[in-house]
């Protein structure tokens, strides 16, 4: 069965601090990856996502991911983190074909002033 | 841009009721999807719709029903609501079923 791990639940940085928010997918063969962000009281918005190519993804709001296949894993980072960055991340996964995506737990940011 | 549209946004319900909750999108996606969020289990899919026509079971199927009424158009109900289904409901749709999703804002659904 396709399953996403985020092994942090929560994380706090400091605003301007860098941020990586650690994602691992298993798969055989090269999965789909998504990253969206969810704000308080609201759905989830794509950040970036990876299909094939360049291993390394822009998204908006300054993120950008890495594709690392040999770790099966799909970092999300930004060099400077502002206060309106926290919010609950979420890792998702889906084959190519007709799969659905897999989501993770999710990861809370919390971003000190 | 509307995007995908969610009714209600909250609602209160006594146990043994039943409710439909709505949801319709304007992209012309083929696929759909029924998710509830509760605290530290992340989003678990309920039901989706990979196209017009077809529904499947997800994840946590149990006590919920869907129709797919259109291409727009992809309803949850609850049949006989019961305290566990408490939750967070966000309904999303995209253009194929492994493509990226887009979120509606939610229902938060009591049931007392």
């Known amino acids: 069965a396709q399953s996403v791990t985020q092994p942090d639940i929560h994380i706090t940085v400091s605003e301007g601090a860098s941020l990586e928010l650690r994602c691992n997918y298993s798969?055989?063969?090269?999965?789909?990856l998504f990253w969206y962000v969810q704000s308080p009281g609201q759905g989830l918005q794509l950040l970036l996502k990876?299909?094939?190519?360049?291993?390394l993804v822009q998204g908006i709001k300054g993120f950008e991911a890495e594709f690392k296949r040999s770790q099966s894993s799909f970092n999300l980072r930004k060099p400077s983190v502002h206060w309106s960055d926290a919010a609950e991340y979420f890792c998702?996964?889906?084959?190519?074909?007709?799969?659905?995506?897999?989501f993770g737990r999710g990861t809370s940011l919390i971003v000190h002033p | 841009n509307a995007g995908v549209t969610q009714t209600p946004k909250f609602q209160v319900l006594k146990t043994g009721q039943s409710m439909t909750l709505q949801c319709a999108q304007d992209?012309?996606?083929?696929?759909m999807y029924w998710y509830r969020q509760d605290p530290g289990m992340g989003l678990r899919l309920i039901y989706y719709s990979a196209s017009e026509g077809t529904t499947d079971k997800g994840e946590v199927p149990n006590g919920y029903n869907v129709s797919r009424l259109n291409k727009r158009e992809f309803s949850l109900r609850l049949e006989s609501a019961a305290p566990s289904q408490t939750s967070v409901y966000f309904c999303?749709?995209?253009?194929?079923?492994?493509?990226?999703?887009?979120f509606g804002d939610g229902t938060r659904l009591s049931i007392l």
């Open positions: 999303a749709s995209s253009v194929l079923s492994d493509q990226p999703q887009h």
């Open positions: 998702a996964s889906s084959s190519g074909g007709s799969y659905i995506p897999t």
């Open positions: 798969y055989g063969a090269t999965p789909y």
């Open positions: 990876y299909f094939s190519g360049d291993t």
């Open positions: 992209m012309n996606h083929n696929s």
